[in-house]
């Protein structure tokens, strides 16, 4: 049967809405008064096509929420913090900081060898910069196999917690312990040990960092900043909201306590159907 050809003078209502939703969203991460544009996949990376971490890391939702998540997590062991807090300016470009954070992720998951090496070589060569003395005294350096141990379990934990609430629920133990291990080999290209190698492994080290974690005024101040509206439109404010409310959710109990951060249990249904609406709108606007 002869199709009837689509009528190309109108307007396609879904199509012009895909367009919005995909060009919010690359915007969000690349900055285009800096040329940057997506990074392309390469099958010939660190990992490749039929790794687990190109599953985990393709789902902007999740990475968002996790990504957010992960640095509620980082800041409160009080080097880390001072690090950000010296020798950044996360006050005036928390959204670049950001940014760039996902790039680099971006391209040590998608980007050919040469991309992902070049990358993590820069972001060694920051790490060898920064150092400091924390306010009781102790001295810390940026390039501390241990604070780069913390920095990455909490990263690979959070966007692992985000991927299974929000994509993959039934994930496989296989999977998720294949995930750790092929992430540790970014970990220890920057420099971090001890590197967890599975899911069992990631929540040993986790508990075993609870010790040195604290809080105090400048904790309380960058996450205000992490959690701070960075824009007037109002739908973006909605949605940044909702993705803040579920990176809290994303939080082990423990740590929610010690940012002070509820969690109510009459909102939590809301939060994560709400995030998973938007998760599942930005796959169809993509696919």
């Not at 919010?24 to 690349?30: D, E, H, I, Q, Y």
């Not at 780069?148 to 299974?164: D, G, I, Q, Y």
């Not at 824009?231 to 909201?241: E, K, R, S, V």
């Amino acid at each position: 049967m002869e199709q009837t050809p689509p009528r190309a003078q109108l307007p396609d209502p879904a199509r012009s809405f895909k367009g919005a939703i995909t060009n919010r969203v690359v915007a969000l991460f690349n900055d285009r008064a800096r040329g940057e544009a997506p990074v392309l996949r390469r099958p010939d990376g660190i990992f490749g096509p039929k790794a687990v971490a190109w599953r985990v890391h393709g789902d902007v939702t999740a990475m968002l929420v996790g990504g957010i998540s992960s640095l509620l997590l980082q800041m409160l062991h009080p080097a880390v913090l001072a690090g950000v807090w010296d020798h950044s300016n996360f006050r005036t470009d928390m959204h670049g900081r950001l940014r760039r954070t996902a790039r680099f992720i971006a391209l040590t998951t998608y980007g050919g060898r040469e991309e992902a090496e070049a990358v993590i070589a820069r972001v060694r060569g920051i790490h060898e910069r920064v150092g400091g003395i924390l306010p009781d005294g102790t001295p810390y350096a940026a390039n501390d196999p241990a604070l780069l141990a913390w920095v990455h379990v909490t990263e690979t934990t959070s966007f692992l917690n985000a991927w299974r609430r929000y994509v993959e629920p039934g994930m496989s133990l296989a999977d998720q312990d294949r995930y750790f291990a092929e992430m540790a080999r970014v970990a220890r290209a920057l420099g971090a040990a001890p590197v967890p190698l599975d899911r069992a492994g990631a929540r040993r080290l986790l508990d075993a960092y609870r010790p040195q974690l604290r809080t105090d005024a400048r904790t309380r101040e960058v996450r205000q900043l992490v959690l701070k509206a960075a824009t007037a439109d109002l739908l973006a404010l909605g949605l940044q909201a909702l993705g803040n409310q579920a990176a809290i959710d994303l939080l082990p109990e423990w740590a929610r306590r010690m940012h002070g951060l509820p969690n109510p249990l009459v909102a939590r249904p809301l939060v994560r159907a709400g995030t998973l609406g938007v998760a599942q709108a930005i796959r169809w606007a993509f696919r």
